[in-house]
């Protein structure tokens, strides 16, 4: 089982990126995946997330308006475009999956993570 994030990087204040996360070994029919986020010095925190059996997607308010989850059944992969981006969306960006079709309890795998760096 695996989740490989690629798309992060460095863009200024106001720009966009687009994360994607390539699983191997789940079934997006059946578990609900998303992402997560961790800050210099923070704690985790749930960016996103959408269902398995009707992709209906949920995010935080922090992002809310900026951020779009999405993704392919059919090639097994996940994305976030990531519009207006601020610095304090600075961060380290995690792919993760949970235990049912819900984006319900603590994600239960995780990939090794992208980081996103806004700055000027």
């Known amino acids: 089982d695996q989740l490989v994030e690629s798309g992060g990087g460095l863009v200024q204040p106001g720009g966009s990126l687009r994360l994607s996360c390539v699983a191997s070994?789940?079934?997006?029919?059946?578990?609900?995946t998303g992402w997560y986020r961790q800050a210099p010095g923070k704690e985790r925190e749930g960016v996103s997330c959408?269902?398995?059996?009707?992709?209906?997607?949920s995010y935080s308010g922090f992002v809310e308006g900026r951020f779009t989850i999405s993704r392919d059944v059919a090639k097994n992969t996940m994305y976030l475009q990531m519009n207006g981006l601020r610095p304090e969306d600075t961060a380290i960006y995690y792919c993760?999956?949970?235990?049912?079709?819900?984006?319900?309890?603590?994600?239960?795998?995780w990939g090794q993570g992208i980081q996103v760096t806004v700055s000027s």
């Open positions: 070994g789940f079934n997006f029919d059946y578990i609900a």
């Open positions: 993760v999956t949970y235990g049912s079709q819900f984006c319900a309890g603590y994600p239960s795998f």
């Open positions: 959408i269902t398995a059996s009707d992709g209906k997607p």
